[in-house]
């Protein structure tokens, strides 16, 4: 089986529901009209560059965004999906410890965390991502006592 961390295949981009001890991370998107889901909220993650494969789209793009750096251990759950136009995305689902210091970038309004339940519940969190991290609860959490924690 390819996992995300060797598939050079094509993809559009990735996105990571970012645990910080039991908390997710969110970041507010700019409210700019030239930018899909403008003032949403969001996912660490975005377009893929070069010949970068789905991992690495996610841990630049988080290392970009909130001052976080990803190792393929760090991450818990991963999966390949197409979106609504056909394009191949990546989502995946990491922790780092409660203590980690964001650091935020210059893309979005600002960033919080939260729990599982309220994320789910945002009319303001894009809904395919709030669909993908249901998707990992459903399945991962519900499976292994490990993962079942983040879900609370």
Known sequence: MTTATQD???????????????RLLLIQR???PDIPWPGQWDFPGGRREGAETPFQTVQRETREEVG???????????????????????????RLPAGSCVTFGDEGQGWQLTDTTTALHMTDLIGTLQQRLALWIAGQAACDPAYAGLSN
């Open 8 to 22: 050079p295949s094509g993809f559009d981009g990735a996105k990571v529901a970012l645990f910080l001890g039991r």
């Open 68 to 94: 976080l750096t990803l190792t393929p251990a760090d991450v818990i759950w991963q999966h390949r999906s197409l979106r609504g136009d056909g394009a191949i995305v990546w989502f995946f689902v990491a």
């Open 30 to 32: 700019n409210d700019r």
